[in-house]
């Protein structure tokens, strides 16, 4: 069952990569980029249409991580402990907490990301959407690391 959670979890954390790594570029990437372009056609894609997806993503992967982390804490951290894997456990630590401040992130995200917005929220835009990339990316290269080190089962 916890590693039918653990691929579930995988699965919807490749499909909050994608979304938010889709967007992160196409905020970044210039406004006039030359026509077929790899910047140019993520640039034909509205920005803001990945918004709901990265919000649901980004809850439901949290929510299942939490889940699978019970077994986590129980299973494999102590086998990690005994090991002194301690730089591991300190990068897992830290992918906690960041994801915890991604999901305090997400209602000023929304609202940056809400259609009736005007631009002036440009940067702010930018700002968050680059926040919650890089702890998307970090909590997936983290949790792979993790895995590889002391998989479930």
Same mark, same amino acid.
């Given at each position: 069952?916890?590693?039918?959670?653990?691929?579930?979890?995988?699965?919807?954390?490749?499909?909050?990569?994608?979304?938010?790594?889709?967007?992160?570029?196409?905020?970044?990437?210039?406004?006039?980029?030359?026509?077929?372009?790899?910047?140019?056609?993520?640039?034909?894609?509205?920005?803001?249409?990945? $918004?709901?997806?990265?919000?649901? @993503?980004? +809850?439901?992967? &949290?929510?299942?991580?939490?889940?699978?982390? #019970?077994?986590?804490? !129980?299973?494999?951290?102590?086998?990690?402990?005994?090991?002194?894997?301690?730089?591991?456990?300190?990068?897992?630590?830290?992918?906690?907490?960041?994801?915890?401040?991604?999901?305090?992130?997400?209602?000023?995200?929304?609202?940056?990301?809400?259609?009736?917005?005007?631009?002036?929220? $440009?940067?702010?835009?930018?700002? @968050?959407? +680059?926040?919650? &990339?890089?702890?998307?990316?970090?909590?997936? #290269?983290?949790?792979? !690391?993790?895995?590889?080190?002391?998989?479930?089962?």
């Amino acid at each position: 069952m916890v590693t039918v959670l653990l691929i579930v979890h995988g699965l919807v954390a490749v499909a909050l990569l994608g979304a938010i790594t889709h967007q992160a570029l196409s905020v970044w990437a210039p406004a006039r980029a030359r026509p077929g372009s790899f910047f140019g056609r993520y640039r034909t894609v509205p920005t803001g249409a990945f $918004t709901n997806a990265i919000i649901v @993503l980004y +809850s439901v992967t &949290a929510v299942l991580g939490a889940i699978v982390y #019970l077994y986590f804490r !129980v299973d494999v951290r102590p086998a990690l402990e005994q090991a002194s894997r301690w730089e591991a456990l300190g990068f897992f630590d830290l992918k906690e907490h960041f994801i915890a401040i991604g999901l305090a992130l997400l209602p000023a995200y929304y609202v940056c990301w809400r259609p009736s917005r005007n631009e002036e929220s $440009t940067r702010t835009r930018m700002a @968050l959407t +680059s926040m919650l &990339a890089f702890i998307v990316w970090w909590s997936f #290269l983290v949790g792979h !690391v993790m895995n590889d080190i002391r998989g479930f089962g």
